[in-house]
C-alpha cells in the first residue's frame, strides 16, 4: 500500500474519548430465577477448560451417538466439533418436546393487520406440518440430503416450518431477506446452487398487502443468467385460496403448496441422523466485494451453541413467552427465533409487520396480550419507538424480565429509555455483541452475575476469550483508553465453517491478518478477526465501535460499499460511484451515494432517481440512499482510488482530513460547498458528531 492510500489515522491508533457509564445491577427477583446464577459457571468456561468446557452445551441437545473430539483443529482453521456425534437438529426443536410439552405452543404469530387473529403453532402442529413439507420437499421437489434450496420468505409460521422440514432432511437451506430484491435473491440462487425456491405470493407490510412473488420471477432471471436454472417456484399463499400477486403462476414451474399438501396429508419423516459437522444452512451477509459471503453453519456445533446461549444469556425457561422481534431473515432469527428457543421447548413469538403499525404502541400491546417474558430487538427499533412513541410502554400492563438488544452498538440515552421505559426499570438488559458469521453472541453480560454497562455489550461470552489487537499484533491492553481490532483468539462451537464455495476467501478475511503461523495446527495460533473496531475498559467491558471494513451498518443490516456502487454503475448514465455512511439518529447510518457521470451528460434528477432505483432493485429497499449526490469528479489519489473518507467527511459535515496527496485536491471544496448548501437547504445538517463518530467517519474506506 502506497503512503497516499495509507489511512490518515488507523482504527488501532484512535484515542477513544467517552464518560464511563455507571452500573445497573440486576433485580433480585431475577436473579432467583436465573438459569446462570451461580458464579461456578464462569468457572467451568475459564480457557483452562476449554474445548471440554461446551459438552456442556452440547448436552443440552439429545444426541443419536456421542463424539469421540469435542474440537478436532487438524486442518486450521476450518475447526470441526464434535466429531463423531450425529443429531437432527429438527428432531431436538420439535419432537423431543412431544412427550412432555405436545399441547404447548411453540410458536405464535401475530399478523400486521390488528383484525386478523393471533396464530398459535403448538408443538404437536409444528410436528405435523414439518414433516407434511419435509414429504413434498422429499417426494414432489427431489430435494435429498446436502441438497440446498432457496427461500424468499417474510416473517410468517411457513417460514420456520420450512426451514425445519430441511433440517429434518439434512438438506441445507439458504433464506434471503424478504425485503431483498428478485435479484439478490438470485444473485444467492446462483452462488449456492438451488435448484429449489421457496417463496410465498404476498405479506403485509406497513397496511398493504405487498406482491412478493414478483420477485421470484426476477430471481430465476439473474439465477440463469449466472448459469443457474431453477426447476420449482413452490409458493406459499397469504391467505390460502386466494392470490396475492399479479405475477402470472408459470405452468410446470410454479405451485402453490397448500394445493400440493393435500397429498402429504399425515405423512411421518424419519429424522435424518447427520454428522454434527454436516452443513445446517447457509447465510448470506454483504462482504466488500460484490458477491455475497455464504456463511455455512454447522448441525451440532451451531445447534449447541444457539442452545446454550438462549439458555443462559437470554435466561430463557421453556415456561417463557419469548419474543424476538427481529426479522429469520437475519442471523439472529434463524438463531434466537427458531433453533435456540426451539431447542430449549420454549414459545416464541413471531410477528409478521412493522413495529410502528398502525401506531407505536403495537409492540407493547402484544407483549401485554400475550405475556410476553422476554424481549429481544435491535437498537434502530428501540431508536424509532423511542422517537415516536416515548410515553406508549407505560400505558400497557406487560411486564418483562429480561431484554437483549441486537445488531449495532446501542448508545446509552437509549439504553436508558429502554431500561427505564421499556423495562419499566425492572427488567435486565443483555446488550450482545455477535455477527452472521458468528452463530451466536460473542460479547454480552451474563445477566444474573454480571451488571449491566450502557453502550457497552460486556465482556466476552462463556467460552469465548476476547482480546483486542493493534495494526502489528500487539495488544491493546484493557483501560488504556485506545482503541483497536477486536478478535477472538479460540474457535468456539458457534463459528461458521467455512464461505460457500470460498475456502481460500474465508481464510483471508478472517484469519490471515492475525495468523502467527500458518503451518500450525495449535488453535492460538489462528485469532479470529472479526472486522470490528473496539476498546476495552479496564473492568474488562468491551465497547464495539463499528465496522473497520467498509461495510455500512444501517438499521442492523450489514451493505457492503461494492454491493451499493455496483448496483450504482448499472444505471447506464453512471461512470464512477462511492458509497459513504451518514450518522443518522433512527438507523445508526444511512447510505449516501456519490456518482460521476460519464463524458457530455448533464446532471439531473432523474438521473439521480434512477441510481436510488438500482439500489432498490438489485439490493433491496432497505439499502435506498438517504440521497444521491452527482459531482463533477471524484477526489482521488495519484493511483486513481476513490477517497472515501473526504467524500464522508463532507456529508457528515467533519474534517476531511489531509488532502493535499490527493490528485485533484480543488474539488474536494468544490463538492463540500455543493453538497452542504443543499443539505443546508433541506434541512439535513447532522448534530455534532461524538469524537468516536468523528474517527469512525475519519477512518471510513482505509482499507483502499
Known amino acids: 500500500m502506497s503512503a497516499e492510500q495509507q489511512p490518515q489515522v488507523s482504527e488501532a491508533q484512535i484515542a477513544v474519548h467517552w464518560r464511563e457509564e455507571e452500573y445497573y445491577q440486576p433485580p433480585e427477583a431475577f436473579i432467583a430465577q436465573a438459569n446462570a446464577a451461580d458464579p461456578a459457571i464462569l468457572e467451568r468456561f475459564a480457557e483452562e477448560h476449554f474445548p471440554e468446557c461446551f459438552t456442556e452445551y452440547a448436552n443440552l441437545l439429545d444426541w443419536d451417538a456421542g463424539w469421540h473430539t469435542t474440537l478436532d483443529t487438524s486442518n486450521p482453521p476450518f475447526w470441526k466439533w464434535f466429531v463423531g456425534g450425529r443429531l437432527n437438529a429438527c428432531y431436538n426443536c420439535v419432537d423431543r418436546h412431544l412427550a412432555t410439552s405436545r399441547n404447548k405452543a411453540a410458536l405464535i404469530w401475530v399478523p400486521e393487520p390488528e383484525t386478523e387473529d393471533t396464530k398459535a403453532v403448538t408443538y404437536q402442529e409444528l410436528y405435523r406440518r414439518v414433516n407434511e413439507f419435509a414429504a413434498l420437499l422429499r417426494d414432489f421437489a427431489g430435494l435429498q440430503t446436502g441438497d440446498r434450496v432457496t427461500f424468499h420468505l417474510p416473517m410468517v409460521p411457513e417460514l420456520p416450518v420450512a426451514m425445519l422440514a430441511c433440517a429434518r432432511l439434512g438438506v441445507i437451506h439458504s433464506e434471503v431477506f424478504g425485503g431483498f430484491s428478485g435479484a439478490a435473491c438470485g444473485d444467492r440462487i446462483a452462488d449456492s446452487g438451488s435448484r429449489i425456491l421457496v417463496t410465498m405470493d404476498g405479506y403485509y407490510r406497513n397496511g398493504d398487502l405487498v406482491d412478493h412473488k414478483t420477485k421470484a420471477d426476477e430471481a430465476l432471471d439473474r439465477?440463469?443468467?449466472?448459469?443457474?436454472?431453477?426447476?420449482?417456484?413452490?409458493?406459499?399463499?397469504?391467505?390460502?385460496?386466494?392470490?396475492?400477486?399479479?405475477?402470472?403462476?408459470?405452468?410446470?414451474?410454479?405451485?402453490?403448496?397448500?394445493?400440493?399438501?393435500?397429498?402429504?396429508?399425515?405423512?411421518?419423516?424419519?429424522?435424518?441422523?447427520?454428522?454434527?459437522?454436516?452443513?445446517?444452512?447457509?447465510?448470506?451477509?454483504?462482504?466488500?466485494?460484490?458477491?455475497?459471503?455464504?456463511?455455512?453453519?454447522?448441525?451440532?456445533?451451531?445447534?449447541?451453541?444457539?442452545?446454550?446461549?438462549?439458555?443462559?444469556?437470554?435466561?430463557?425457561?421453556?415456561?417463557?413467552?419469548?419474543?424476538?422481534?427481529a426479522d429469520i431473515g437475519?442471523?439472529?432469527?434463524?438463531?434466537?427465533?427458531?433453533?435456540?428457543?426451539?431447542?430449549?421447548?420454549?414459545?416464541?413469538?413471531?410477528?409478521?409487520?412493522?413495529?410502528?403499525?398502525?401506531?407505536?404502541?403495537?409492540?407493547?400491546?402484544?407483549?401485554?396480550?400475550?405475556?410476553?417474558?422476554?424481549?429481544?430487538?435491535?437498537?434502530?427499533?428501540?431508536?424509532?419507538?423511542?422517537?415516536?412513541?416515548?410515553?406508549?410502554?407505560?400505558?400497557?400492563?406487560?411486564?418483562?424480565?429480561?431484554?437483549?438488544?441486537?445488531?449495532?452498538?446501542?448508545?446509552?440515552?437509549?439504553?436508558?429509555?429502554?431500561?427505564?421505559?421499556?423495562?419499566?426499570?425492572?427488567?435486565?438488559?443483555?446488550?450482545?455483541?455477535?455477527?452472521?458469521?458468528?452463530?451466536?453472541?460473542?460479547?454480552?453480560?451474563?445477566?444474573?452475575?454480571?451488571?449491566?454497562?450502557?453502550?457497552?455489550?460486556?465482556?466476552?461470552?462463556?467460552?469465548?476469550?476476547?482480546?483486542?489487537?493493534?495494526?502489528?499484533?500487539?495488544?491493546?491492553?484493557?483501560?488504556?483508553?485506545?482503541?483497536?481490532?477486536?478478535?477472538?483468539r479460540n474457535p468456539w462451537p458457534g463459528i461458521f465453517q467455512t464461505v460457500w464455495g470460498q475456502p481460500d476467501r474465508f481464510v483471508q478475511i478472517y484469519y490471515e491478518r492475525y495468523c502467527r503461523d500458518k503451518d500450525s495446527t495449535d488453535w492460538h495460533d489462528w485469532p479470529y478477526f472479526a472486522g470490528d473496531g473496539a476498546v476495552q475498559a479496564a473492568d474488562g467491558y468491551?465497547?464495539?465501535?463499528?465496522?473497520?471494513?467498509?461495510?455500512?451498518?444501517?438499521?442492523?443490516?450489514?451493505?457492503?460499499?461494492?454491493?451499493?456502487?455496483?448496483?450504482?454503475?448499472?444505471?447506464?448514465?453512471?461512470?464512477?460511484?462511492?458509497?459513504?455512511?451518514?450518522?443518522?439518529?433512527?438507523?445508526?447510518?444511512?447510505?449516501?451515494?456519490?456518482?460521476?457521470?460519464?463524458?457530455?451528460?448533464?446532471?439531473?434528477?432523474?438521473?439521480?432517481?434512477?441510481?436510488?432505483?438500482?439500489?432498490?432493485?438489485?439490493?433491496?429497499?432497505?439499502?435506498?440512499?438517504?440521497?444521491?449526490?452527482?459531482?463533477?469528479?471524484?477526489?482521488?489519489?495519484?493511483?486513481?482510488?476513490?477517497?472515501?473518507?473526504?467524500?464522508?467527511?463532507?456529508?457528515?459535515?467533519?474534517?476531511?482530513?489531509?488532502?493535499?496527496?490527493?490528485?485533484?485536491?480543488?474539488?474536494?471544496?468544490?463538492?463540500?460547498?455543493?453538497?452542504?448548501?443543499?443539505?443546508?437547504?433541506?434541512?439535513?445538517?447532522?448534530?455534532?458528531?461524538?469524537?468516536?463518530?468523528?474517527?469512525?467517519i475519519k477512518a471510513f474506506g482505509h482499507t483502499e
Open 223 to 325: 439465477a440463469a443468467a449466472l448459469g443457474q436454472r431453477v426447476d420449482k417456484v413452490l409458493v406459499w399463499r397469504r391467505h390460502p385460496g386466494q392470490y396475492a400477486s399479479k405475477s402470472p403462476m408459470v405452468d410446470g414451474r410454479d405451485f402453490f403448496v397448500d394445493e400440493l399438501l393435500a397429498d402429504y396429508r399425515g405423512r411421518l419423516v424419519e429424522p435424518v441422523s447427520m454428522p454434527a459437522e454436516a452443513p445446517l444452512f447457509l447465510m448470506y451477509t454483504s462482504g466488500t466485494t460484490g458477491r455475497p459471503k455464504g456463511c455455512q453453519h454447522s448441525t451440532g456445533g451451531y445447534l449447541a451453541y444457539v442452545a446454550g446461549t438462549s439458555k443462559y444469556y437470554q435466561d430463557i425457561h421453556p415456561t417463557d413467552t419469548y419474543w424476538c422481534a
Open 542 to 696: 468491551f465497547r464495539i465501535l463499528g465496522r473497520v471494513d467498509d461495510v455500512i451498518n444501517v438499521a442492523g443490516h450489514r451493505l457492503g460499499t461494492k454491493e451499493l456502487e455496483s448496483a450504482s454503475l448499472t444505471v447506464p448514465e453512471i461512470a464512477e460511484a462511492a458509497a459513504v455512511p451518514v450518522i443518522d439518529e433512527l438507523r445508526g447510518r444511512a447510505v449516501e451515494m456519490y456518482v460521476a457521470l460519464k463524458p457530455g451528460l448533464a446532471p439531473s434528477d432523474d438521473i439521480a432517481r434512477k441510481v436510488t432505483a438500482a439500489i432498490e432493485h438489485e439490493i433491496g429497499k432497505i439499502a435506498r440512499p438517504a440521497n444521491v449526490w452527482i459531482v463533477p469528479d471524484m477526489p482521488k489519489t495519484r493511483s486513481g482510488k476513490i477517497m472515501r473518507r473526504v467524500i464522508a467527511g463532507i456529508s457528515n459535515f467533519t474534517d476531511v482530513g489531509d488532502v493535499s496527496t490527493l490528485a485533484n485536491p480543488e474539488i474536494v471544496d468544490d463538492i463540500r460547498h455543493h453538497i452542504q448548501a443543499a443539505k443546508l437547504a433541506r434541512g439535513q445538517v447532522p448534530r455534532e458528531l461524538t469524537a468516536q463518530e468523528a474517527e469512525e
Open 330 to 488: 437475519w442471523i439472529t432469527g434463524h438463531s434466537y427465533i427458531v433453533y435456540g428457543p426451539l431447542a430449549l421447548g420454549t414459545t416464541s413469538v413471531m410477528y409478521e409487520g412493522v413495529p410502528t403499525y398502525p401506531d407505536p404502541g403495537r409492540p407493547w400491546r402484544i407483549a401485554e396480550r400475550l405475556g410476553v417474558t422476554i424481549f429481544h430487538t435491535a437498537p434502530t427499533t428501540i431508536r424509532m419507538l423511542r422517537k415516536l412513541g416515548p410515553d406508549e410502554p407505560g400505558k400497557y400492563h406487560y411486564r418483562f424480565k429480561h431484554m437483549t438488544t441486537v445488531g449495532e452498538p446501542i448508545e446509552p440515552e437509549v439504553w436508558r429509555w429502554y431500561h427505564d421505559t421499556v423495562g419499566k426499570g425492572t427488567a435486565v438488559i443483555v446488550d450482545t455483541w455477535w455477527q452472521t458469521e458468528n452463530g451466536g453472541f460473542l460479547g454480552a453480560t451474563l445477566p444474573a452475575l454480571q451488571p449491566m454497562k450502557p453502550g457497552s455489550c460486556g465482556p466476552g461470552v462463556l467460552g469465548v476469550y476476547p482480546v483486542i489487537y493493534d495494526e502489528n499484533g500487539d495488544v491493546v491492553e484493557a483501560g488504556s483508553g485506545r482503541a483497536g481490532n477486536i478478535c477472538i
